[in-house]
């Protein structure tokens, strides 16, 4: 390897590295955004209510799910059986756009009305496909309840209503912004003749729903995490204002403010959708891993350090923004020969090296994190602690749940055995119906 190249790799690896101090440092400032939040101080973490309870794992019936989050909407049947067993049934989902007939739901051009009424249908779908099941027959004495997955940016007073703050994930639709959408959707539902049949009884994020699914298996949890395109944290509350009982909180932790920014960060940041907004998450999630690489990977190569990304057709996807994804990082880690017949091996090597850097430095923001927050419920850590983790990321990225456990274990020394880091089993369908369950039982 060139001398300037590994030079280059030298200064990236020394402002992307996150030390054990700084991990440290950061878990005190997430911390303390987390209780100058619930304390009705400015912060850069919204800590917005759920509105509901964690699962005992013995709630049970029929409930319907519908899921809307970005590119697809999904919807099911949900039979909760109680202890810790579900069955999700009838799925069906659709894409919110369709090439054949140039139909998109997510353009400024479609109105809230003509999004809702194309939720409700689905709903309505299953409903028609499921309605010779002896459960859902036998079970609705009323309105089936409805629990709503709606992963946007929203504001919460009950926990049945959300007004949308801003879209995201490429949504534009129009007239949606600063309305309910549990009223939109029940609107929808009424123009359809599905008023008498649903009811609409809780609306929540994907986050929730996986502390929710996750928690229905094992009652012991307290945090969950999604770690994919996106990033968000929602943990159990003892002691929330306003409530009573103990109550699932949604952090918005992609929107954290105090962690360490490169240049790199701070350029994406200028030039993205929403400036000063969820810079967090642009430096961890799948969304964004992409892009700081392509944007490192560029200027390594405007400042000579890349020959090999010179040559066609290479450099007119370097070039184009959001081009390389999550899912191309994961395959240049993958590569066991660090070879390319159009890039010199030792520059492959680099790109191997730029993807792990990030990937780690990804997975060590979310650890201190959830350290953050660990010590938040529990100051000297004298307990136990649960975290549901679900998302592409994780999953997906190779290495990165080793990294992140490394990073915890590191940061808490004799006490990494306290807390436990778990894939998500189930997903936003199933946790949606837990909340319409949960969402039931208090009314």
Not at 9 to 15: D, P, R, V, W
Not at 56 to 82: C, P
Not at 213 to 223: H, V
Not at 265 to 293: A, C, I, M, T, V
């Amino acid at each position: 390897m060139c001398i300037l190249l590994e030079q280059g790799l030298k200064q990236l690896e020394n402002e992307l590295s996150i030390s054990l101090n700084m991990t440290l440092t950061i878990a005190s400032r997430f911390q303390e955004h987390m209780e100058q939040s619930l304390s009705g101080r400015v912060s850069s973490l919204k800590m917005f209510p759920s509105y509901l309870q964690a699962p005992n794992g013995y709630e049970a019936g029929t409930f319907l799910a519908l899921d809307f989050g970005g590119s697809n909407a999904r919807a099911a049947v949900v039979e909760l059986r109680g202890a810790g067993n579900f069955l999700e049934l009838h799925k069906l989902s659709r894409p919110l756009s369709d090439p054949e007939s140039g139909r998109d739901y997510r353009a400024a051009s479609v109105t809230a009305e003509e999004l809702f009424d194309f939720l409700a249908g689905i709903i309505q779908e299953v409903l028609s496909n499921s309605s010779a099941h002896p459960t859902l027959k036998s079970s609705t004495s009323g309105p089936l309840p409805l629990g709503f997955a709606f992963s946007f940016p929203y504001r919460q007073q009950t926990i049945g209503e959300g007004f949308l703050l801003y879209w995201n994930k490429e949504v534009e639709t129009s007239g949606v912004v600063g309305k309910d959408v549990g009223h939109l959707l029940s609107a929808a539902l009424e123009r359809r003749g599905l008023g008498s049949v649903v009811s609409l009884t809780a609306i929540i994020n994907d986050t929730v729903t996986t502390f929710l699914t996750a928690a229905y298996q094992d009652p012991s949890l307290d945090i969950a995490s999604i770690i994919g395109t996106g990033h968000n944290t929602c943990y159990l509350e003892q002691k929330a204002p306003g409530f009573e009982a103990p109550v699932i909180i949604n952090t918005e932790s992609g929107n954290f403010s105090d962690a360490p920014d490169t240049p790199y960060d701070q350029r994406l940041d200028l030039e993205s959708d929403n400036p000063g907004e969820q810079r967090f998450e642009k430096k961890l999630s799948g969304k964004y891993l992409g892009e700081l690489f392509r944007r490192i990977v560029l200027d390594f190569s405007q400042r000579g350090l890349f020959s090999g990304l010179n040559n066609p057709p290479a450099p007119a996807r370097w070039n184009q923004p959001y081009s390389i994804s999550g899912k191309d990082l994961a395959l240049i880690l993958l590569e066991e020969d660090s070879h390319s017949r159009l890039v010199p091996r030792d520059e492959c090597f680099a790109l191997k090296r730029i993807a792990h850097l990030l990937t780690k430095r990804s997975a060590q923001l979310v650890a201190a994190s959830f350290i953050g927050v660990v010590r938040h419920l529990d100051p000297h850590l004298d307990h136990r602690h649960t975290v549901a983790i679900d998302g592409s990321l994780y999953k997906g990225m190779p290495g990165y749940a080793q990294e992140l456990t490394v990073a915890l274990s590191e940061a808490l020394e004799s006490k990494a055995g306290l807390v436990t880091v778990k894939m998500s089993a189930g997903g936003s369908l199933t946790g949606a119906a837990i909340a319409a369950a949960l969402a039931k039982l208090d009314k």
